[in-house]
């Protein structure tokens, strides 16, 4: 291997020693060299090594990569990202990375730009550009996860003139899977999987061979495009407008990139996080977790208050205090496992009753019962080792409590979520730490409630 103190070697370049991108850069190899490399690599690699370089060699390798290849590396960038990388280019280059890039990148893109931003590039583009009908879809609706850039054929088409259109137009089309199938006024009436079109000879149309899929509508939120995807298992989905004509399709890419990001979005409900971004300033982080945070220090607030109320019984019986981590962490466990059961069950195609909550109560009374008398004879032993005045009285109201908030805990964390679906409200929102703190606040009354009525009497002995 060359040393990093000296320039990389025409014959080490030749031999392909170290052709690492961000050595290549710190040795001021030429422009024409490190393009070479650059076109061996995969855009989504080239965005890895971006991340890391510095401001002055993000411009260089900016400027060396070609257009097409520069708008392929923004479209595997989170649309934020790449829409402040678009912003350092001029009016003119923005112009045409967006040609060159899939509509629905762009729009996700161009959708981040400020307002005065959006509309001064939207006003350079062509009217007849795809980009152009994506922007105007509120986020989140298939209309904005769409593309257009996809194969339309009519249902009188033969598959032999289907064919040459589609081997004539594939280096454009975003997805060559599917030939999607319409009526003489664009409406939709089926599709054509490639496969079957492969297999199929003249003199057939695209009518006899086609198959109808479920379709989306334009205006179909993300809920409804996860539903869908898990249910069907379809790769590229017609998208339709409300006169039932074809304006695009969400293709497999689209789809994956759907389900990950509601899946993150709804770990970040569950963890009251306003992002997972790894990558986020560290100061910035801390700003956005901390009125969270802020909220829930104050929902802990009775958690205190309720203790402070019980001071005279804790005095008294202090082995109270040692088992009351056990019984909030049991309640809280019991619940997270309830919401956990309830969100995948909303999620699925029969989704969940009052049966289910049914169901997860009664779970909730057995594995109680088990863990009641669990506690019930740890905490009796440990009553007698320290010598309290009535280990069994201690232990009953451990037991009890463990016991019932056991029960309860699965009921609230199943209708939280239930009730909010019903709602018609996102039932990730009902998130972990919240109801963590009702059942605590439950667990807590329910245990000093019963310590003070079995136990009263000892104070006052």
Same mark, same amino acid.
């Given at each position: ?18 052709m690492?991108? +961000? ?11 490190i ?5 061996e ?9 971006? +991340?890391?370089l ?12 070609p257009?097409?290849?520069?708008a392929d590396?923004?479209?595997y ?60 879809y ?20 033969d598959?032999?003139?289907i ?13 060559v ?17 490639? +496969? ?38 379809a ?12 304006v ?97 069950g ?9 049966k ?7 779970s909730?009374?057995i594995?109680g019962?088990?863990?009641g008398?669990l506690?019930?004879?740890?905490s009796y ?5 320290? +010598? ?21 805990a ?18 990730a929102?009902s998130?972990?730490p ?22 009263g ?5």
């Open positions: 291997m060359p040393s990093f103190s000296n320039k990389i070697t025409d014959e080490e370049l030749k031999d392909g020693v170290n690492d991108i +961000k050595d290549m850069l710190l040795n001021d190899v030429s422009d024409k060299d393009l070479k490399a650059l076109e690599m995969h855009s989504f690699d080239i965005v890895e090594i971006f +991340k890391e510095k401001p002055e060699y993000q411009e260089r390798l900016k400027q060396i990569l257009t097409e290849q520069f590396v923004l479209s960038l989170e649309p934020e990202h790449a829409a402040e990388l678009l912003q350092t280019q001029s009016l003119d280059e923005q112009v045409l990375v967006v040609q060159n890039l899939e509509p629905d990148d762009a729009a996700d893109i161009i959708n981040e730009f400020g307002k005065s931003e959006r509309l001064e590039l939207i006003n350079e583009l062509d009217t007849s550009d795809p980009v152009i009908n994506l922007i105007q509120k986020e989140y609706t298939a209309g904005a996860y769409m593309n257009n850039d996809i194969l339309f054929v009519e249902g009188t088409n598959v032999k003139d064919t040459k259109k589609l081997i004539k137009s594939a280096a454009d089309l975003k997805s899977k599917t030939i999607f199938v319409t009526d003489n006024e664009s409406k939709y009436i089926g599709q054509i999987a490639l +496969k079957t079109l492969v297999r199929t000879k003249s003199p057939l149309t695209a009518q006899d061979i086609l198959k109808k899929e479920p379709v989306l509508n334009v205006f179909d939120d993300v809920d409804v495009i996860i539903k869908h995807m898990k249910y069907y298992g790769y590229d989905v017609a998208v339709l407008n409300d006169d039932q004509k074809i695009g399709a969400i293709t497999t890419d689209d789809l994956l990139d759907i389900y990950r990001d509601e899946a993150v979005e709804d770990i970040e409900k569950l963890s009251l996080l306003p992002d997972t971004d790894v990558k986020t300033n560290v100061f910035n982080s801390a700003l956005r977790r901390l009125p969270w945070l802020i909220i829930m220090m104050i929902l802990s607030i009775p958690l205190a208050l309720i203790t402070s109320n019980y001071e005279e019984i804790l005095t008294s019986v202090v082995i109270l205090a040692l088992f009351q981590p056990l019984l909030l962490d049991s309640g809280g466990n019991v619940a997270h496992q309830t919401l956990a059961v309830t969100l995948v909303l999620t699925s195609k029969e989704g969940v009753s009052i289910d909550g049914l169901k997860e109560a009664l909730g009374m594995i019962f088990a863990l008398i506690a019930f004879i740890a032993i440990l009553s007698d080792l320290m +010598k309290v005045d009535s280990p069994l009285l201690v232990s009953i109201v451990v037991s009890l409590t463990i016991w019932i908030i056991v029960i309860l699965p009921i609230i964390g199943f209708l939280v979520p239930f009730i909010l679906s019903k709602l018609n409200f996102d039932p929102s998130s972990g919240f109801i963590t703190t009702i059942i605590d606040v439950l667990c807590l009354v329910i245990y000093f409630g019963l310590a003070t009525l079995l136990l009497g000892i104070i006052h002995a």
